[in-house]
């Protein structure tokens, strides 16, 4: 089953270095709009 962007963020942001993980949060907290931008 294919996952959302989201999910898949969600799923490994526990394993992200500190800069990628404020990335991940950004991008889960404006999903789905901020990849229209």
């Known amino acids: 089953?294919?996952?959302s962007?989201?999910?898949?963020?969600s799923d490994r942001i526990?394993?992200?270095p500190a800069g990628?993980?404020?990335a991940a949060q950004t991008l889960?907290?404006?999903y789905p709009l901020i990849g229209l931008k």
């Open 1 to 3: 089953m294919i996952s």
């Open 5 to 9: 962007i989201a999910e898949l963020i």
């Open 14 to 16: 526990g394993t992200m």
């Open 20 to 22: 990628e993980r404020r």
């Open 28 to 30: 889960i907290a404006n």
